[in-house]
């Protein structure tokens, strides 16, 4: 085990593992390619000489190195040609029968000092090893799709696995340009495991009809930076594969998190598995097409002004944070003529002069002209009291996230605007009909939750409660289009969209390091490199505030009184020591005080 890995087998040549070949003969690796399909072994070679044929046209490598290249892959369709093998990864289809019987096979092949590993995210590792005649070389080795592409590798270690053998892949992997994060045997790991529960919590928010496809992805995206939507990413890994995976997570966790969602279920059965058969959550021109195509779900475009909404002049925004002043400088630049009140003239200049900052960057930027920042600023009038909201025809509170102050403000608000103006709430978690019923006016009252920093993020939830009218409904999703957001919309329950399907995703890292499964940093790493985050989740728990999160964390367990939505307890300890993140200078990590 302790030989170099110069020679390298690949059992099952599908997507998955015509990729890994492709990695390991641009490393300069002999690689046996297998597959019973001959087919598929043509398919493979195929790919290979396309993807090195687009690399010598972008000039990455020259004509004689893709020769070197493909002369290293040679393909079989017997088992026998591993006999030469320093490692064999086996990518087939995901069985324990058929991953026990290519094991059995290769004990009888391979040397006695060749190491065997399995590409499975879903089963056990230690169960294949231990009806293997050798289980202390056999492991984990998983890729990411595509392959090439994709940094991260999951090295899989069971209980029988001998650390030579480890030590030896993870090299490898080091080799291949990969980086390796060594994870114990659990379904899932540690990318699909956090991964994986977060897209089955998305497919049953959609079976729920809370929400559409379009505005759950769309959410997603825009909310939080991520490459694909929760739904468009379950049609790309296959339908029928992520309910494969959810099932063995679910049998080892028994977590009501990771059990299928039932649509997860009925779409395999009925065949409707993601873009590989043409249909899934979308529909795709053709089996194995990305282009997604209208059916009937898809929503019907109504053009601008066309919605039968209210007209919108004049805005007033009452708050003096972060929040406050970037949803002022976003009407602001929109057009519209905006009041910013604060407890206090004086809190509500200050506001201002935060806003003028934030132009002048733009302005330094080139994203903006002085003329256009200062005509912008000119539209921002400062006040210190909500009684200069009289004549606004939309109202956005952006206080403090408390039911009382709140509930007080939309009562104040309620006396003080004139009839029809619309009047919305930023709240992240707390419910918007109880706002809503502070007033004699609950039709009028509806969600607007803009994400931070607001002038950047593109995203707005448009929350409508039990008693908003569709015209006030209307009215703020063309004023969102105005303003130059994407409108989502969502009902009137914790957590709406993103925080809702966010925040379970981050408590349940944080259970993995509570249960010493993986380190921060290996956490962090194998959402970012394996999922495509722009942050990991211990990064994002530190900005966001660890006391923000719990509080989010209670209010999700309290609305949906699911247990796996318990706030993790080292979370509660770390928020009780005053560890809050990056704002105290120690949460998860320690920062360098300012």
């Known amino acids: 085990m302790d030989t170099p890995l110069n020679t390298v087998a690949v059992v099952g040549l599908g997507t998955m593992g015509t990729g890994i070949a492709d990695v ?8 046996i390619g297998i597959d019973i399909s001959e087919q598929a072994a043509r398919r493979a070679v195929a790919s290979l000489e396309a993807s090195t044929a687009r690399a010598v046209a972008r000039e990455r490598i020259t004509e004689e190195e893709r020769r070197d290249i493909l002369a290293r892959f040679r393909t079989f369709t017997d088992l026998q040609a591993a006999a030469d093998a320093d490692l064999v990864i086996e990518v087939v289809p995901e069985t324990y029968e058929l991953k026990q019987q290519v094991f059995a096979a290769l004990d009888t092949v391979v040397a006695p000092t060749a190491i065997l590993a399995t590409g499975t995210n879903a089963l056990s590792v230690t169960r294949l090893a231990a009806q293997s005649a050798h289980p202390e070389r056999v492991l984990g080795l998983h890729f990411f799709n595509p392959a090439p592409a994709m940094k991260l590798v999951e090295v899989v270690s069971s209980v029988l696995t001998a650390p030579p053998a480890v030590e030896a892949v993870t090299r490898l ?37 809370y929400a559409s496809r379009e505005d759950i992805d769309a959410a997603m995206k825009l909310g939080c930076g991520l490459p694909m939507g929760p739904l468009e990413l379950l049609d790309l890994i296959g339908i029928d594969t992520a309910r494969t995976v959810l099932e063995a997570m679910y049998s080892d966790s028994h977590d009501r998190l990771h059990a299928p969602a039932p649509i997860l279920g009925q779409l395999t059965e009925a065949g409707l598995t993601g873009r590989k058969t043409g249909r899934g959550f979308y529909t795709y021109e053709g089996p194995g097409s990305a282009t997604v195509v ?27 944070g972060t929040m406050a002043s970037g949803i002022a400088e976003v009407f602001a630049k929109a057009g519209y003529d905006v009041v910013l009140a604060a407890r206090g003239l004086e809190k509500a200049e200050t506001a201002k002069s935060r806003i003028a900052k934030s132009l002048s960057r733009s302005v330094d930027k080139g994203r903006m002209t002085a003329a256009a920042r200062d005509e912008t600023l000119s539209r921002i009038t400062p006040a210190g009291a909500l009684e200069a909201f009289a004549d606004v025809d939309l109202a956005v509170e952006a206080v403090a996230e408390d039911l009382g102050v709140k509930q007080q403000l939309f009562a104040s608000l309620d006396k003080i605007c004139k009839p029809g ?45 039990v008693l908003t009218s569709d015209e006030v ?49 290996d956490i962090d790493a194998a959402m970012r490199l394996g999922g495509g985050y722009p942050m990991g989740p211990f990064e994002l728990l530190d900005v966001v505030g660890l006391d923000v999160s719990l509080a989010i964390e209670k209010v999700l367990h309290a609305e949906f009184r699911d247990p796996g939505l318990a706030p993790a307890p080292l979370l509660e300890h770390l928020v009780a020591a005053g560890c809050l993140g990056r704002k105290t200078g120690r949460g998860f990590r320690e920062y360098a005080r300012r």
């Not at 978690?429 to 803009?450: E, K, N, W, Y």
């Open 473 to 521: 409904h209307a009215t703020v999703r063309e004023v969102t289009a105005r303003i130059r957001k994407h409108p989502v919309d969502c009902g009137d329950r914790a957590g709406f969209i993103v925080n809702a399907l966010l925040f379970p995703y981050l408590n349940n890292a944080i259970k993995m390091v509570q249960e010493h499964y993986a380190s921060l940093d």
């Open 294 to 320: 209208a059916d009937a779900q898809t929503p019907a475009t109504i053009a601008a002004g066309a919605g039968g909404g209210r007209q919108i002049r004049s805005v007033g925004v009452a708050g003096s």
């Open 421 to 465: 103006a619309v009047l919305a709430t930023t709240t992240s978690s707390l419910p918007v009909v109880a706002c809503a019923r502070a007033t004699t006016r609950p039709q009028d009252v509806i969600g607007m939750h803009f994400f931070n920093p607001a002038p950047a993020m593109k995203l707005v939830e448009v929350v409508r409660t």
């Open 173 to 209: 992997a080091l080799d291949l340009g990969k980086e390796p994060v060594a994870v114990g045997d659990r379904p899932g790991f540690v990318a699909d495991g956090l991964l994986f529960g977060y897209l089955n919590q998305a497919a049953a928010m959609y079976e729920s009809k």
């Open 24 to 31: 390991l003969a641009r490393a300069g690796r002999e690689v």
